[in-house]
């Protein structure tokens, strides 16, 4: 089977052909390099995607990688990082042995066709130019033998007519002679001229033309055979990865495999967890038994004997009266004044004021306001009511639930212990090469490193009184949290309320979703004291300490509940400064405590004192 002798008569198809099967080539490489394209588009597309939910570095995403689902999450975002990978590789493979080498043979291709049917073309004019000389040869052998013929019957006509002298007679002879010989010699001439292009259309047909066609035969079966084993490698391409893929998708499985839900609850326990103990049992209150009511809003002003309120705690003596806070002293909590203060009189003496200024007339409060401004009030108690939500961060983290906060104070340490032995290996450092610096003089001034070295003994110093001062935090946290057993003291006991209509329920305080604690408040007024903080800090009677002195600029009655009557000239304590509503808590014994105007008095705060 020979393109040479079966399709001898086939050149310009052969040619339309083997153009077709370049374009086939052409065609398959371009169609490898979109597929390139698209891997690589799709590479870029995994690794924006793995990249888009990456957690960002210093953010809270990045402390929800604790737990194993978000870690398995993580890893896989990772593997499809080495998933993406490899449809790159794939594309650099494809590119680089399919895409170029094929774009080099197919030049080379179009070289030799164009090489191979140019030597046929030169074959084919090469026998037209033989063909046409036989046909001109053959054109005059004709014309000289018809030449020849008349002449003959010319110089016959001539030899036969009497008339005609001899001399015509002879100039015709010879004339038929010349026109004889002509006709000999075309007739050798065309005879030669047809032997050899009899020669040259056999090895035209036979021997050019077979060879020919029989290279580009065989050049188009090596296209054929370079476009098969390009497919080969384009499906070789894509089986090496499949094993890095396999790998890929097996360490999907494995982090998968590899989620703990016990871990992630217990993380979850160790994120949230307080440190307090939940509420006691709730003493059943029997109001079959007449109960003394406060005739109003303000009868704690009355005698002791009147209006006494019962505050039942678990274990708790209940016919006691505030058992946790004198009178005096809840009356001055209970009853801060909310509307703006007089005006200071228009001269210092009491003559300018007969009557003395009077305490601002305010709408009565309920008790359970009072209450919880007594407890937000003092930064000593810990207790749900300094857990606020919003604003600066305590640097003791005094504003978080003990378990946190005993979580933050440890991190903090950890922190600081390790700023402080890489300050000192930085020190160990400096002092190894001021040593050298003292044996090799040449290599530098030990004086130079003095300065660092000083520098870097007060950093140390600076960050273990840090550190020791986080350290005492975290031990006093440690000493506060209650042991498992012991739940006697932390449960949260009830108390009576005075009267339905002042205090009508207790409510809880809440969580809110962020960690953070809030009050819930409805509409009536509601008492929220948790029974341990009460314990803990009112049972002992503690006053708030004094944070400077003040002197009085005018007299002032006191006349409402809240509020203290003062002398001019008379020196008090200072309990808490003015808030900006113009009211300054002043304490005159342990047993009288009030608000007086801060326009009536001048403050001297002691520094030390309030910072303590």
């Known amino acids: 089977m020979s393109w040479g002798t079966e399709l001898w008569d086939q050149f310009d198809n052969l040619e339309k052909h083997t153009q077709w099967g370049i374009d086939i080539l052409e065609k398959y490489i371009k169609f490898v390099k979109e597929r390139t394209e698209i891997e690589l588009s799709y590479a870029k597309q995994l690794r924006n995607l793995a990249k888009k939910y990456q957690p960002k570095k210093n953010s809270k995403e990045e402390e929800e990688y604790r737990y194993t689902a978000c870690k398995a999450f993580l890893s896989t975002l990772n593997e499809m990082n080495d998933y993406a990978g490899q449809h790159e590789v794939i594309s650099e493979n494809m590119t680089s042995h399919i895409t170029v080498e094929l774009a080099r043979y197919v030049q080379e291709l179009k070289q ?27 054109r005059r052998f004709e014309r000289d033998c018809k030449e020849a013929d008349r002449a003959q019957q010319y110089f016959e006509k001539m030899d036969a007519d009497i008339n005609v002298t001899k001399a015509d007679v002879e100039k015709a002879r010879q004339q038929a002679q010349v026109r004889h010989q002509m006709a000999e010699d075309s007739r050798a001439d065309y005879s030669s001229i047809l032997q050899k292009f009899n020669r040259e259309q056999h090895e035209y047909y036979h021997t050019h033309i077979p ?12 296209r054929i055979v370079r476009i098969g084993e390009s497919m080969k490698t384009y499906a070789e391409v894509d ?7 396999g790998k890929c998708l097996d360490e999907i499985v494995k982090a998968a495999e590899s989620i703990d839900q016990k871990n992630d609850s217990q993380l979850v326990i160790e994120a949230y967890k307080s440190g307090f103990e939940p509420p006691g049992d709730v003493e059943f209150e029997d109001y079959t038994q007449p109960m003394k009511r406060t005739v109003s809003d303000n009868s704690l002003s009355n005698s002791r004997g009147e209006g006494k309120a019962e505050l039942k705690f678990g274990g708790k003596s209940k016919g006691k009266l505030w ?19 007089p005006p200071p009189p228009a001269s210092s003496s009491p003559s300018a004021v007969p009557n003395g200024p009077q305490s601002p007339k305010q709408q009565k409060e309920p008790l359970s306001h009072r209450f919880n401004e007594f407890m937000t009030s003092k930064p000593k108690m810990h207790c749900f009511r300094s857990l606020k939500r919003g604003g600066a961060t305590p640097e003791d983290f005094s504003n978080l639930p003990p378990e946190q906060r005993r979580k933050k104070l440890q991190q903090k340490v950890d922190e600081l212990n390790k700023e402080i032995q890489k300050e000192m290996d930085q020190r160990d450092a400096i002092t190894k090469m001021k040593d050298v610096y003292l044996k090799n003089p040449q290599m530098g001034d030990p004086a130079s490193l003095d300065h660092k070295l000083t520098e870097v003994s007060q950093n140390i110093e600076k960050l273990r009184l840090e550190a020791q001062k986080f350290e005492a935090w975290l031990a006093e946290v440690e000493g506060r949290l209650p042991a498992r057993g012991d739940q006697a003291r932390r449960q949260s006991g009830l108390y009576d309320a005075q009267d339905p209509a002042t205090v009508p329920n207790c409510a809880q305080d809440r969580e809110s979703p962020d960690g953070s604690y809030t009050e819930e408040q409805s509409q009536e007024s509601e008492v929220k004291v948790l029974a341990a903080d009460f314990d803990d800090e009112f049972d002992d009677e503690e006053p708030l300490p ?8 005018y007299t002032f009655e006191g006349q409402n509940e809240g509020t203290i009557s003062v002398v001019e000239g008379e020196t008090l304590y200072v309990i808490e400064e003015d808030k900006g509503d113009g009211w300054t808590r002043i304490r005159r014994s342990e047993e009288e405590e009030g608000y007086v105007p801060t326009s009536y008095v001048e403050v001297y705060l002691d520094k030390n004192a309030k910072d303590s």
């Open 211 to 222: 060879n020919i066609f029989q290279k580009i035969q065989e050049m188009e079966e090596r």
């Open 239 to 245: 089986r090496q990865v499949i094993p890095i893929i």
């Open 546 to 553: 004094a944070i400077g002195t003040c002197k009085a600029l």
């Open 323 to 341: 058992p946790f806070i004198k009178k005096n002293k809840l009356m001055s909590l209970l009853t801060s004044p909310h509307q703006p203060p």
């Open 112 to 138: 030799e066709r164009k090489s191979y049917f140019h030597e046929g073309r030169k074959a084919q004019q090469h026998i037209e130019i033989c063909w046409k000389q036989l046909e001109s040869s053959k």
